[in-house]
């Protein structure tokens, strides 16, 4: 395997853990769980793996790569973020799990084994809608892209229960109360 930057090892760290959490967390718990909402237009637990595992499969790694070989000559291919809803269309958690885990495994291994320095993380692509864009900064995103996800799975679960947690609400942030978590 060929080395790579601190910045890359660390992304590494977090992308690594997400399907592992994800399977920890979400196997074994009954549809309304994987199911619920935080309301109209968002996504429940199980769309969110789905939504990760379409990523996975063409977004982050294939925008790397296209930086890497053709640099802001091609602009990516655009995105469709409710993409899985076709793909995945009917797919119970235990197949998206280890379908995610085996992608995200790949494109890791592909990433590590390209040998990112500090200079090629400058390099720049060009995003359908951002515009330019560098490798440090899609590698950021893919990993913030995760926490952000796993931060919403954790909502939706919580509200689950945002009434019948009674008094204790206050102290409790991950429901969104302006208060809440203060103590």
């Given at each position: 395997?060929?080395?790579?930057?601190?910045?890359v090892?660390?992304?590494?760290?977090v992308?690594s853990s997400?399907?592992?959490?994800?399977?920890?967390?979400?196997?074994g718990?009954?549809?309304p769980?994987?199911?619920a909402?935080?309301g109209?237009?968002?996504y429940?637990?199980?769309e969110?793996?789905?939504?990760?595992t379409?990523?996975?499969e063409v977004?982050?790694?294939p925008?790397?790569?296209i930086?890497?070989?053709?640099?802001?000559s091609?602009?990516f291919?655009?995105?469709?973020?409710?993409g899985f809803?076709?793909?995945?269309?009917?797919?119970e958690?235990?197949?998206?799990?280890?379908?995610?885990a085996?992608?995200?495994?790949?494109?890791l291994g592909r990433l590590?084994?390209?040998g990112?320095?500090?200079r090629?993380l400058?390099?720049?692509?060009m995003?359908?809608?951002?515009?330019?864009v560098?490798i440090?900064q899609?590698?950021?995103?893919?990993v913030?892209h995760d926490l952000?996800?796993?931060?919403?799975?954790?909502?939706?679960l919580a509200?689950?229960y945002?009434?019948?947690?009674?008094p204790?609400?206050?102290?409790?942030?991950v429901?969104?109360?302006?208060e809440?978590?203060?103590h």
């Amino acid at each position: 395997m060929a080395a790579s930057t601190p910045e890359v090892r660390e992304a590494v760290e977090v992308l690594s853990s997400t399907p592992e959490m994800l399977d920890l967390w979400l196997s074994g718990l009954s549809a309304p769980w994987l199911n619920a909402r935080e309301g109209d237009g968002t996504y429940s637990p199980l769309e969110v793996v789905a939504h990760l595992t379409d990523n996975e499969e063409v977004d982050w790694m294939p925008r790397l790569e296209i930086v890497l070989e053709f640099g802001e000559s091609r602009p990516f291919t655009p995105f469709h973020r409710d993409g899985f809803r076709t793909r995945f269309d009917g797919w119970e958690l235990e197949r998206l799990l280890p379908r995610f885990a085996s992608t995200r495994a790949a494109n890791l291994g592909r990433l590590e084994g390209l040998g990112l320095r500090a200079r090629d993380l400058d390099r720049t692509g060009m995003h359908p809608a951002l515009g330019r864009v560098t490798i440090r900064q899609l590698l950021a995103g893919w990993v913030v892209h995760d926490l952000t996800h796993l931060a919403q799975i954790a909502r939706v679960l919580a509200k689950r229960y945002r009434h019948a947690v009674g008094p204790w609400r206050e102290y409790m942030g991950v429901l969104g109360d302006r208060e809440a978590g203060k103590h």
